[in-house]
């Protein structure tokens, strides 16, 4: 009896040590999670906050796990994503800069739509929820979203009051209008400002953005939203004036231009600059390292120009869906995009940054916890891309391979404010040189 009790004892203890072989060896496929690769382009405080969205999903549940990875600025994240795809070597979400939107929507065989995407996951998913400004822009005209809104933002005019009270301006009273802002910077001239105004995003701001606060068209067909075979038009009249207000600006000492895209950003909040237009964006940067009284503000708008000011529109990125994954991790980035649509991830992300809520929800959460009333301007950026309903003119910009109009424009334009250039033939050139850009595109996707 006594050995058959040994022998039970001995065959239990063998089993359990089985047992906790084989728990050992299910282990890891038991709890493996799915890796989500992210690349995206935000760094500094901005960065932060994409790493904070990524720790906070994975701590919410246990199955995937998003690995968010710095690629450099926009064109070099583009850059290493074609470079990357041919080879399998693509992460499963990309950020693309606002102005690729119509490249990547071409590239078919790349790209999975975000509405098919939460389709086949059987995740919630509801486009009327988004902030039409925003949402409308990654849309076709059928009502499918090809991209996730992230990070938009739009621009605003940004005031040193300090500057202002120096200069014996209101610093509570910044230019409504370019005459307004005219006046303002002779002033802060006069007064001994070195930097009196710069701008970040000179395309994004000065043509883009410019002509839909004004109703006017950057091109044809709405701006591209309603097909590709386009021109651009931004060399009108009215166009032409405020380029050679900006150039007779830089030539008094009153503009220093700062670089094309957001240079400008750190000579306000170091307290160099006293105005800069900038994206809104720039918040983040402001609240935490300007030393001085200040305020972010609509932008400026020419009188004169019939329907002015109408809505601003959105910069920023979008994510991006990359194929050739498994069905398995596009449940997993399905659950991640819900996950950011929630009111409160975009409330804080919104907060945080300085980027706009993509969610009405996520709006009024904000409004409604007092934070607009602390920190006065932060509802602005919302506030005037909202401002009016949109037109064909305002709705947005989505040209062929406007990367690279883009660059062609910058140069116009610093031919222009360097005075090697007058307004009128910089934009002529503009427009010439960027319609090549938009026949190559439209040749390549018929």
């Known amino acids: 009896m006594a050995h058959r009790i040994g022998s039970n004892r001995l065959f239990a203890s063998l089993l359990a040590a089985f047992g906790l072989v084989l728990a050992t060896l299910a282990a890891p496929a038991a709890w493996a999670q799915t890796e989500i690769q992210w690349w995206h382009s935000l760094s500094g405080p901005l960065g932060e906050k994409v790493n904070d969205l990524a720790n906070k999903f994975n701590a919410s549940q246990k199955v995937y796990k998003v690995v968010p990875t710095y690629k450099g600025n926009y064109i070099e994240s583009m850059t290493a994503l074609l470079a990357g795809f041919p080879k399998g070597e693509a992460p499963h979400i990309v950020q693309v800069l606002e102005v690729g939107t119509a490249s990547m929507m071409a590239s078919k065989n790349m790209i999975v739509p975000v509405s098919k995407l939460m389709k086949d996951?059987?995740?919630?998913?509801?486009?009327?929820?988004?902030?039409?400004?925003?949402?409308?822009?990654?849309?076709?005209?059928?009502?499918?979203?090809?991209?996730?809104?992230?990070?938009?933002?739009?621009?605003?005019?940004?005031?040193?009051?300090?500057?202002?009270?120096?200069?014996?301006?209101?610093?509570?009273?910044?230019?409504?209008?370019?005459?307004?802002?005219?006046?303002?910077?002779?002033?802060?001239?006069?007064?001994?400002?070195?930097?009196?105004?710069?701008?970040?995003?000179?395309?994004?701001?000065?043509?883009?953005?410019?002509?839909?606060?004004?109703?006017?068209?950057?091109?044809?067909?709405?701006?591209?939203?309603?097909?590709?075979?386009?021109?651009?038009?931004?060399?009108?009249?009215?166009?032409?004036?405020?380029?050679?207000?900006?150039?007779?600006?830089?030539?008094?000492?009153?503009?220093?231009?700062?670089?094309?895209?957001?240079?400008?950003?750190?000579?306000?909040?170091?307290?160099?600059?006293?105005?800069?237009?900038?994206?809104?964006?720039?918040?983040?940067?402001?609240?935490?390292?300007?030393?001085?009284?200040?305020?972010?503000?609509?932008?400026p708008y020419h009188q004169e120009a019939a329907g002015a000011p109408r809505n601003s529109i959105i910069g920023g990125a979008s994510l991006w869906v990359i194929s050739g994954k498994t069905n398995n991790s596009y449940k997993g980035v399905a659950q991640f995009f819900s996950f950011l649509s929630r009111p409160d991830i975009q409330a804080d992300f919104h907060q945080g940054t300085g980027y706009m809520p993509i969610t009405t929800a996520a709006y009024d959460a904000t409004r409604m916890a007092g934070f607009y009333d602390k920190n006065p301007g932060s509802d602005t950026p919302v506030r005037q891309i909202s401002n009016r309903r949109p037109t064909s003119n305002s709705k947005g910009v989505r040209f062929g391979n406007l990367v690279e109009g883009r660059e062609v424009i910058e140069d116009e334009l610093e031919q222009a404010f360097a005075g090697k250039k007058t307004a009128k033939a910089a934009l002529d050139s503009a427009v010439a040189r960027g319609n090549e850009i938009l026949r190559k595109f439209k040749a390549a996707n018929p």
């Open 121 to 299: 996951a059987n995740e919630p998913f509801n486009t009327n929820l988004y902030i039409p400004a925003v949402g409308g822009y990654y849309m076709d005209d059928k009502g499918t979203m090809y991209s996730f809104p992230f990070n938009s933002s739009t621009p605003l005019l940004y005031v040193n009051k300090d500057a202002f009270k120096k200069a014996g301006l209101d610093p509570n009273s910044p230019p409504k209008t370019w005459k307004e802002f005219v006046a303002a910077a002779t002033k802060l001239k006069a007064s001994g400002s070195q930097c009196v105004y710069s701008t970040s995003w000179p395309s994004w701001i000065h043509v883009e953005n410019f002509s839909a606060w004004h109703n006017v068209p950057m091109g044809t067909k709405d701006n591209g939203m309603a097909g590709t075979d386009t021109q651009f038009t931004f060399n009108s009249p009215l166009h032409v004036h405020h380029v050679e207000m900006l150039a007779d600006l830089a030539k008094k000492g009153m503009f220093s231009y700062a670089g094309r895209t957001s240079q400008a950003d750190a000579k306000f909040s170091s307290g160099e600059c006293a105005m800069i237009t900038a994206s809104s964006s720039a918040l983040a940067g402001v609240r935490r390292n300007a030393k001085f009284d200040w305020s972010a503000n609509f932008l």
